[in-house]
């Protein structure tokens, strides 16, 4: 398996950076990558860190998982990458300040567009299409959030694809207590999550505390992280041993329901905890001046549902969401669900 300059023969892991974009700003975009080869065939599995660089719980994560995994008794190929967003991650920001835009969002990238775009272009077709399946960790940044597993809705629940079938199983075997599906467009993500579809990899996303829970529950996030690395190798057969969760059940919302932004910027403190359901009229959050403390607006709830995971409070200064509500979709029992993916091809 080669990945631009670096090479790891069966049997070994090999580390380097992936020539990206040239930049002017003294802050290199190249790609930390670390390649795992197995020394049996198998899938190829993509795990990446910190696309937003300041959400950094699946960096720690794919850094333990990267010492403690042997090689020799890997089937298939690992690409690790702790962190996607080099720039963003230097400065402690979501984005790269270079040009203000953010790479999980510019998938397939362009090769003549800015130094985003083109670490997007070169990220996406020399490692992403490469993959049978891709976990990305995502986390709060600044502020905490929720921990659950994200992905995109299904076109047709009762007709599944064969890549959306993979995905059922891969967000169960990942073992968290919660998952939530929303719509393809949500959060601008559309243009992207159809790039990696049509490579026909198998993504699915995880919100991972963060913030103000990485300080609280840091060390239970991180664990958890890696954690679900070593499921999914178990679930995709790369290697041996039982599944390990949070418990038997996995509760799956379907947060296709609504999804709405602040009437104004402040400080939001939400109200209704999440698995909660509300009435249409309820008190869902407040915003308030972060400087003063004075109320700037009360949240009623929309409409009657069921309050999916989003964060606790944070500033809502370019906030995409503050609330979203769905419903629960289903619970899956990791006792009577087959947790286990093959694909075809093998590396
Ligand atoms: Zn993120």
């Given at each position: 398996?080669r990945?631009?300059?670096?090479?790891a023969?069966?049997g070994?892991?090999?580390f380097?950076?992936?020539?990206?974009?040239a930049?002017?700003?003294?802050?290199s975009?190249?790609?930390?990558?670390?390649?795992i080869a197995?020394s049996?065939?198998?899938?190829?599995l993509?795990v990446?860190g910190?696309?937003h660089g300041?959400e950094?719980?699946?960096?720690?994560?794919?850094?333990?998982?990267?010492?403690k995994i042997?090689p020799?008794s890997?089937?298939?190929t690992?690409?690790a990458v702790p962190?996607?967003n080099?720039?963003?991650?230097?400065l402690g920001?979501?984005?790269?300040?270079i040009?203000g835009k953010?790479?999980?969002r510019?998938f397939?990238g362009?090769?003549?567009?800015?130094v985003?775009?083109?670490?997007a272009?070169?990220?996406?077709?020399?490692v992403?299409?490469?993959?049978?399946a891709m976990?990305?960790?995502?986390a709060?940044g600044?502020a905490g959030?929720e921990?659950?597993?994200l992905?995109?809705?299904?076109?047709d629940?009762?007709?599944?694809t064969?890549?959306?079938?993979?995905?059922?199983k891969?967000v169960?075997a990942f073992?968290?207590?919660?998952?939530a599906?929303?719509?393809?467009?949500t959060f601008g993500?559309?243009?992207a999550?159809?790039a990696i579809e049509?490579?026909?990899?198998?993504?699915f996303t995880?919100e991972?505390?963060?913030g103000?829970?990485?300080?609280?529950?840091g060390a239970d996030?991180?664990?958890d992280?890696e954690?679900?690395?070593?499921?999914?190798?178990?679930a995709l057969r790369?290697?041996?041993?039982p599944?390990?969760?949070?418990?038997?059940l996995?509760?799956?919302?379907?947060a296709s329901v609504?999804l709405?932004?602040?009437?104004?910027?402040?400080?939001?403190?939400?109200?209704?905890?999440?698995?909660?359901f509300?009435?249409?009229?309820?008190?869902y959050?407040i915003?308030?001046?972060?400087y003063t403390?004075?109320?700037l607006?009360?949240?009623?709830?929309?409409?009657?549902?069921?309050?999916?995971?989003?964060?606790q409070?944070?500033?809502?200064?370019?906030?995409t969401?503050?609330?979203i509500?769905?419903?629960?979709?289903r619970?899956e029992d990791?006792?009577?669900t087959?947790l286990?993916?093959s694909?075809?091809e093998?590396?």
């Amino acid at each position: 398996m080669r990945i631009g300059d670096i090479e790891a023969r069966p049997g070994t892991k090999a580390f380097g950076y992936l020539r990206t974009a040239a930049s002017r700003s003294g802050l290199s975009p190249d790609i930390p990558i670390h390649l795992i080869a197995g020394s049996a065939p198998g899938p190829t599995l993509l795990v990446q860190g910190a696309i937003h660089g300041a959400e950094i719980i699946g960096t720690i994560a794919i850094l333990h998982f990267v010492r403690k995994i042997d090689p020799r008794s890997l089937r298939g190929t690992v690409i690790a990458v702790p962190v996607v967003n080099r720039v963003g991650f230097e400065l402690g920001e979501r984005g790269s300040r270079i040009d203000g835009k953010d790479i999980s969002r510019l998938f397939p990238g362009n090769p003549r567009g800015s130094v985003s775009e083109q670490v997007a272009h070169v990220y996406f077709h020399e490692v992403v299409a490469r993959a049978n399946a891709m976990i990305d960790f995502h986390a709060g940044g600044e502020a905490g959030y929720e921990r659950y597993v994200l992905f995109t809705a299904e076109r047709d629940p009762a007709n599944l694809t064969d890549l959306e079938r993979k995905r059922r199983k891969l967000v169960v075997a990942f073992g968290l207590d919660q998952a939530a599906f929303f719509p393809p467009d949500t959060f601008g993500a559309n243009k992207a999550k159809e790039a990696i579809e049509g490579a026909g990899v198998v993504q699915f996303t995880l919100e991972f505390g963060g913030g103000t829970g990485w300080f609280k529950n840091g060390a239970d996030n991180v664990r958890d992280a890696e954690r679900g690395i070593w499921n999914t190798l178990k679930a995709l057969r790369m290697v041996d041993g039982p599944f390990e969760a949070d418990g038997p059940l996995c509760t799956i919302y379907n947060a296709s329901v609504v999804l709405w932004k602040p009437p104004v910027d402040g400080l939001f403190i939400r109200k209704k905890g999440f698995g909660e359901f509300v009435r249409a009229g309820d008190a869902y959050g407040i915003i308030q001046d972060p400087y003063t403390g004075r109320l700037l607006a009360e949240m009623p709830t929309p409409r009657d549902a069921t309050v999916i995971p989003s964060g606790q409070e944070w500033p809502t200064v370019g906030a995409t969401s503050i609330g979203i509500l769905g419903a629960v979709d289903r619970v899956e029992d990791r006792r009577t669900t087959d947790l286990y993916v093959s694909f075809d091809e093998t590396a």
